[in-house]
């Protein structure tokens, strides 16, 4: 028997949003889903690792697309998703985020005539240089279900002419994974191994090609994370594009900032919770730190997710180290948030939300046509 949705991840943060709607999808029916992984990420610490602290199943099949150029990970992807929905055909392709995985597997399955549902669907950048605009528009045209994280997004998608029963706000499903594994870490076991005090440390993530592919300005950001650990603990869990930039340039070192492997999620939002300040490029680190109460700086010049500026934590600080220094300094002298922000519906609940959109949607699918 074949299940009637298939699900595709490949990247780290797409389990992390997929894990919530798989778990709500086959609660009450499981063996509902097929997980497909492409195999994008490959490293035990950006992909195995997160499956389990999820709680996710193993995957069903990997297509094991791995590293690559953008052309050949997005064939790897088109070519796996076409074989494995001939031999496993469904009823509904899921995707979620915006990596290269997200849209190939969407693209494939619209290419197929299957319909394709996007977690995360409608954030909108306007910067075209970023590979993941591209995906997210090219996504959002082949999607048939858009599942949005705030009312910002179902605006994009109504310029873009996309409206109606297919356009659903089900909230963050991102959030929901925050919340439920957040409870169970044991946050002075985690301060300890990492010899923080709470609240009083800097938690640092990089890995936009924009700014770590460009040697100069990397190591500019780098001397200013250097100056700014001469008076704060400053840890730097590397992503391993970055690693590879920092082996590059062949520096002895980057003064007392802490260079760590990428993290294990649970203790990455355990040391994000307890953080002074987060400076980052990521997207899910900014909505993360704007539930959480935390501050965060965006080392990039346009946010796809400007609710985490409006409501959240989040500030835009460009791509530029002297602006860097100057808004982390501004950040550390500043009075922290008393009290987390609220965001409507990054609530814990989306997962379900999602879930009901889909099956809402499967069902309006399979009603028989009257005539
Ligand atoms: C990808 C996504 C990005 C997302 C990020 C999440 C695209 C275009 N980019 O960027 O949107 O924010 O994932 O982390 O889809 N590598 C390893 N081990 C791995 C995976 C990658 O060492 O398991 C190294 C390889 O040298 C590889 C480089 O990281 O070339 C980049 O990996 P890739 O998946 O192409 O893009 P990311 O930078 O991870
Ligand atoms: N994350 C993690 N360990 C790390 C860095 C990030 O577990 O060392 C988590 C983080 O909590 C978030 C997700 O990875 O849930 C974000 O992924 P990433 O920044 O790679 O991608 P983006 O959100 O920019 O697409």
Not at 263 to 284: H, K, N, W
Not at 330 to 359: F, V
């Amino acid at each position: 028997m074949t299940a009637p949705i298939l699900a595709v991840v490949g990247a780290r943060p797409n389990f992390v949003k997929m894990a919530p709607v798989l778990a709500a999808l086959e609660e009450h029916e499981p063996g509902r889903v097929r997980l497909l992984h492409t195999g994008q990420h490959y490293d035990r610490a950006l992909s195995g690792d997160f499956i389990e602290r999820l709680g996710m199943r193993e995957p069903d099949a990997n297509l094991g697309v791995g590293s690559g150029t953008h052309a050949e990970q997005t064939a790897g992807v088109l070519v796996g998703v076409e074989a494995e929905l001939e031999a496993n055909p469904a009823e509904l392709v899921l995707v979620a985020g915006d990596v290269n995985s997200t849209m190939a597997a969407a693209l494939a399955a619209a290419k197929e005539q299957v319909p394709v549902a996007h977690i995360e669907s409608g954030l909108r950048s306007g910067d075209w240089s970023m590979p993941e605009e591209l995906n997210r528009v090219v996504t959002d045209r082949v999607a048939d279900l858009l599942l949005c994280t705030s009312e910002d997004a179902v605006q994009n998608l109504a310029r873009e002419g996309i409206a109606g029963d297919g356009v659903q706000l089900v909230g963050n499903t991102m959030i929901d994974s925050l919340f439920r594994l957040l409870e169970g870490v044991d946050r002075p076991e985690l301060l300890a191994k990492h010899d923080v005090e709470p609240g009083n440390f800097v938690l640092v993530t990089l890995h936009r090609p924009t700014l770590v592919d460009h040697p100069e300005l990397l190591g500019q950001t780098m001397e200013v994370l250097a100056r700014l650990a001469e008076s704060i603990t400053v840890l730097f869990p590397v992503h391993p594009r970055t690693q590879a930039r920092l082996d590059a340039a062949g520096s002895s070192g980057w003064g007392a900032v802490r260079l760590l492997e990428p993290l294990d999620y649970t203790e990455f939002i355990g040391l994000e919770a307890e953080a002074r300040l987060v400076i980052t490029d990521s997207g899910g680190v900014q909505e993360e730190t704007s539930v959480l109460g935390v501050p965060c700086l965006t080392y990039r010049t346009t946010t796809e997710r400007p609710i985490t500026i409006h409501l959240g934590t989040n500030r835009l600080v460009g791509v530029d180290p002297a602006e860097l220094r100057r808004a982390a300094e501004e950040a550390l002298a500043a009075e922290p948030p008393r009290e987390p922000p609220r965001i409507p519906l990054w609530d814990g609940k989306s997962g379900p939300r999602a879930a009901e959109a889909i099956t809402a949607f499967l069902e309006r699918n399979r009603a028989p046509i009257s005539d």
